[in-house]
């Protein structure tokens, strides 16, 4: 029997997954990303300086990182080396995002793939305090406030305006926490949402605005940094700013990983369904000041967690064989094609042939092989490569659920790697503010290199490549600049890592290979591939950029000196 889930909810953009299910267990998958890609070619011509103000528009969600990602690329071309003031915003940046993301994953996006509402409006509201207590310290933990929780929860069923939890798979056999677990987790639920509110202004104070924050320039950042401008990052903004991560790093640690540690009791079977294709990437990120990142690079195979290989951005390819783009050679993304082929039905359709062409979305692979990115790689690559806070998390959550290191290639295990890395980023946060607030004390205030910013100083032609481990996973742009223009411009995006579809040799994608085995207890409600799909986190919008067909102009901005 073929199952279609298209579109798949809960994510960022569109995707279309179709399973083919025997005996009750999905025996083949097909991952479909059924938008055109674009943004490379919208890049084409332009000043290089300005790609990043358009590559973190390929989506609402992951911003800054595509960004980061894009500057990065345009530096490593031009030779140019960022100040640490720079390094430090750039950092304390992307780890905001990390943080807020993952946390809306958890409750927001994959939430409903584990947690009942209806199950939580029978909850005894005392023993969802008793549960509550037994987690963590957290405040909000008496038979009262889980009492309003449910009286809240009751009268948003009873208005009949479910928005969107109507089309939930509510009462589904595959949910297996207890009531009262349920009920604790849609608290959370609804506590995360006026959290995330708060944690996000962080990107405002350093960026200006969230999403899209509009400080990142080539050479550094344009954020202000000036002890005596209350226009400009100084002591004041800073203090502010490390309250508001000791308040987030409270949330993570006493809700977001204990209720984590709640779900993977709740659903032992699940640290072994999902498994995938156990060849891990990690491009590597958050540089340290003593030349260290934070999250080392490095590939795994075949889910060995003894060794770590060495990443070689080089060995990475674009295939197009079953993608709707011309050309057929696996291409390194520095000499990427992206040219339009598209050979499917008529949009939108409900059969498609996936025996030929059957997605935008490419097929990178590294040294032909299929590999997986994301907070899995990220925390086996720091762990196999022995990184001390990575091992002490990793074998703290595993001791604690008396599972081996196995567990991990898992759809439970992508999970708790996503909450375990979360809480390392929260940790490291006020540090990082500890070191930009030393800068500042010692008259440091340098924010950017500007000595390569005028087009007249750069090489007739110059390429470079810019990685960053976004909350997803590995992200890398590669530039092409001549005679001072983008040349050419490619990016490889986590999803396309991670949703790709088969390659020349018939290799299926990261998550279409996870989907195999996974049970599926009823046809009309596939809950167990979403579980699946979303431990991964898709973002379709940033595996395939959105383009107007006609090249029309849309708008015009105008900047008036």
């Not at 960022?12 to 999905?26: F, K, M, N, P, S």
Request: net charge negative; hydrophobic share 40%.
């Amino acid at each position: 029997m073929k199952i279609v889930v298209d579109p798949v909810t809960r994510i960022e953009g569109h995707l279309r997954i179709e399973t083919q299910v025997d005996a009750g267990a999905v025996t083949d998958a097909w991952s479909t990303s059924p938008m055109f890609r674009g943004i490379e070619n919208v890049l084409v011509n332009r000043d290089p300086r300005d790609a990043w103000v358009f590559t973190q528009r390929i989506c609402g969600v992951c911003t800054t990182v595509s960004a980061l990602a894009s500057v990065r690329a345009v530096e490593n071309a031009l030779g140019i080396t960022i100040p640490d003031n720079a390094r430090i915003i750039r950092n304390l940046m992307e780890a905001a995002q990390y943080v807020h993301d993952h946390v809306v994953h958890l409750y927001h996006l994959h939430g409903p793939d584990w947690i009942d509402l209806t199950a939580a409006l029978t909850a005894d509201p005392a023993a969802a305090s008793s549960l509550q207590r037994s987690l963590s310290a957290w405040p909000n933990n008496s038979t009262e406030y889980f009492a309003a929780v449910k009286a809240k929860l009751q009268a948003f069923v009873d208005s009949g305006q479910l928005g969107l939890f109507a089309g939930g798979y509510w009462g589904h056999p595959a949910y297996d926490l207890s009531p009262e677990a349920s009920l604790v987790l849609m608290a959370h639920y609804l506590e995360a949402l006026d959290w995330q509110r708060e944690f996000v202004k962080i990107h405002a104070i350093l960026g200006g605005k969230n999403p899209h924050p509009q400080t990142y320039v080539v050479g550094g950042m344009a954020t202000a940094v000036d002890p005596t401008s209350s226009r400009a990052v100084n002591p004041t903004s800073v203090s502010r700013m490390k309250a508001i991560a000791a308040t987030i790093k409270t949330f993570v640690d006493q809700v977001y990983v204990p209720d984590l540690l709640l779900l993977a009791r709740s659903y032992p079977a699940w640290t072994s369904i999902g498994r995938g294709v156990g060849n891990l990437l990690c491009v590597g990120d958050f540089p340290e000041r003593d030349g260290t990142r934070l999250f080392p690079s490095g590939v795994i195979r075949n889910r060995s967690l003894g060794s770590v290989e060495t990443l070689d951005q080089s060995r990475i390819t674009e295939d197009i064989t079953r993608s709707w783009y011309t050309g057929a050679t696996p291409l390194h993304p520095a000499d990427g094609v992206t040219q339009v082929a598209y050979t499917g039905p008529t949009p939108p359709f409900e059969a498609l042939d996936t025996s030929g062409r059957y997605s935008y979305g490419k097929a990178p692979r590294y040294g032909g092989a299929v590999m997986e990115v994301g907070p899995l790689a990220r925390m086996a690559v720091a762990y196999a490569a022995n990184v001390t806070r990575a091992r002490q998390l990793v074998d703290g959550a595993l001791g604690t659920l008396g599972l081996g290191t196995d567990a991990l290639f898992s759809t439970v295990g992508r999970m708790l790697t996503r909450a375990l890395e979360t809480q390392w980023l929260a940790e490291r946060i006020s540090p990082w503010l500890d070191e930009l607030s030393a800068n500042i004390a010692a008259g440091n205030l340098t924010i950017a290199d500007t000595t390569k910013w005028q087009p007249s100083s750069w090489p007739a032609t110059a390429t470079g490549y810019g990685t960053t481990e976004a909350p997803r996973g590995a992200l890398g742009h590669w530039v092409r600049i001549s005679d001072q223009k983008i040349a050419n411009y490619q990016i490889v995006i986590p999803s396309t890592w991670n949703g790709s579809p088969r390659d020349v040799a018939g290799n299926r994608g990261a998550w279409e290979q996870a989907l195999l085995g996974v049970p599926v207890h009823d046809a009309e409600q596939p809950l167990e591939i979403l579980r699946v799909v979303h431990s991964f986190d898709p973002c379709m919008a940033c595996a395939v950029h959105v383009l107007d067909a006609e090249g029309a102009e849309v708008t015009e901005v105008t900047v008036v000196p």
